[in-house]
């Protein structure tokens, strides 16, 4: 990797980091009976790498919303993980292999 591509992919990877470190917020329903259901929990999954790093810091932002409708949070939650991951982690096209 050229040092131009080596340093457009730090710049891009930081401000990606800065972007995603917004979506992280304080647990609202902590406090309420509301219930999380599908949707929340697969935001949750998907911000799920940035809101770990940030919750070793800030003692009230959580991974997991504990006030959720059950199954399909959960299935949300793990969907998001998942696509999280596999983003992150795609194999490569083989047209970039090759160059």
């Known amino acids: 990797m050229s ?5 457009l992919a730090l710049t891009l990877f930081l401000l990606m980091t800065l972007f995603l470190t ?3 917020q304080h647990n609202q329903l902590q ?17 799920l790498p940035v809101s770990f790093i940030i919750s070793l ?3 009230n932002i959580g991974i997991y919303e504990v006030h959720n409708n059950g199954n399909w949070y959960n299935f949300g939650f793990v969907l998001g993980i ?5 983003l992150v982690l795609a194999p490569k096209s083989s047209a970039a292999r090759r160059q």
């Open 3 to 7: 040092r131009n591509k080596a340093g």
């Open 22 to 24: 917004a979506c992280a």
């Open 31 to 47: 406090e309420t009976a509301g219930a999380a259901g599908f949707w929340a929990g697969l935001w949750h999954g998907l911000i």
């Open 57 to 59: 810091f800030e003692s």
């Open 82 to 86: 998942w696509i999280a991951f596999a």
